[in-house]
């Protein structure tokens, strides 16, 4: 199913979103958070996608496969920390939403500008993932 043929002023709407965001985040932050929240999702299409576009960025393939325990992983700063902690609570959204300790490290790291963004972000891949499986997108190999 292609959204994009079916639905075209919605999916152009999330394309605006995306070309706000690659604007306003810093690209390598951005593809980890979208990295990261597709593991979550299960979205095979976005793996790849967002793994792949980390390596031509310069990304190592030790640092790619870190994202999966980015909390042991010793290759990721502080603020890519707190972006992937908030990307992990964001997305696992549960009953209590995010915790105080991830808030406040985000709010810590990040401006709030960064950190709304930051929220938009997650939640744009979290629709795409969520298209992505549901469609069933698979990557070409």
Known sequence: ???GELAPEGYRAVLGLEKYLAKSLDAR???LVKLRASQLNGCAYCIDLHGTDLVKQGADLREVLGVGAWWEFPGFDAR???????TDAVT?????GVSDEVWDTARSAFT???VADLILAIGTINLWNR????TRMHPEV
Do not use: Y
């Open 112 to 114: 709030d500008k960064e």
């Open 1 to 3: 199913m292609n959204l």
């Open 131 to 134: 298209v992505g499986v549901t």
């Open 92 to 96: 696992k959204l549960g009953e209590h």
């Open 80 to 86: 890519e920390r707190a972006a992937l902690a908030l």
């Open 29 to 31: 932050l951005l593809d």
